[in-house]
């Protein structure tokens, strides 16, 4: 069935570091890929989203890009900033019509001043 | 306007005890969502309303959960019986979702209730 993988955390960096977390999906399909975010003592926020093979979505410095070739949707932040401490979780649409989201197991992201 | 909002925003029972967490999501949206979150772990889907449809119970752990809508708006989930296994966060989240489009709406998530069961 439909599943989402992530790397596990937590990950652990210092502030401006490079940040990728990486996410894969099974390949049935093409859904739309998302990024969700929850920040400590928060609910869940949509981070980006991509549609279709080759999408870029991006939102306050963070990118992630459709690859459908390695069914990949990596989360890449240039420099990271202790406010981006939080868990990231990748989701998919389940299947290719659905409107229900199949969410990976998240990944914990500290960031050291 | 405003969010998705979930009562209570925790609640302690005894093992046995039947539970009731209750969500009201985000005026006009049509589809509602339940997901559980134990600790440290990732989202589990538990049920999906969409519009009038039937609803999708196809995550929901045993026949002790259930849950309803009415009027296509408020939505209560239901745990019978509880276990200690059932503590977690439980998260409601709604969205704009229109059946038989291929593009997926964004889900809005509510503060969450954490059950804890004793």
């Known amino acids: 069935g439909d599943s989402v993988t992530q790397m596990e955390g937590p990950v652990t960096l210092s502030e401006e570091a490079f940040l990728t977390i990486n996410c894969t999906y099974t390949?049935?399909?093409?859904?739309?890929l998302f990024w969700y975010v929850q920040y400590p003592g928060e609910g869940l926020q949509l981070l980006l989203k991509?549609?279709?093979?080759?999408d870029k979505g991006s939102n306050k410095g963070f990118e992630a890009t459709y690859r459908k070739e390695t069914t990949s949707f990596h989360l890449e932040k240039g420099s990271v900033q202790v406010s981006d401490s939080a868990v990231y979780f990748c989701?998919?649409?389940?299947?290719?019509?659905?409107?229900?989201?199949?969410f990976g197991p998240g990944t914990r992201l500290s960031v050291l001043p | 306007g405003a969010g998705v909002s979930q009562s209570p925003s925790n609640k302690v029972t005894e093992k046995g005890k039947d539970v009731e967490l209750r969500c009201d999501p985000i005026?006009?949206?049509?589809?509602l969502y339940w997901y559980r979150q134990s600790l440290g772990q990732g989202l589990e889907f538990l049920i999906y309303?969409?519009?009038?449809?039937?609803?999708?119970k196809s995550g929901l752990p045993s026949d002790r959960f259930s849950a309803e809508r009415t009027g296509g708006s408020v939505s209560t989930l239901t745990i019978q019986r509880t276990q200690q296994e059932d503590s977690a966060v439980y998260l409601c989240?709604?969205?704009?979702?229109?059946?038989?489009?291929?593009?997926?709406?964004?889900?809005?998530f509510g503060p969450g209730t954490r059950l804890t069961v004793t």
């Open positions: 989701a998919r649409q389940r299947g290719n019509y659905g409107q229900n989201f199949v």
């Open positions: 991509a549609t279709k093979a080759d």
């Open positions: 309303f969409q519009g009038n449809s039937a609803p999708d």
């Open positions: 989240a709604s969205s704009l979702a229109l059946s038989g489009h291929s593009v997926s709406y964004e889900q809005y």
């Open positions: 005026s006009g949206h049509t589809a």
């Open positions: 390949a049935t399909g093409y859904p739309s």
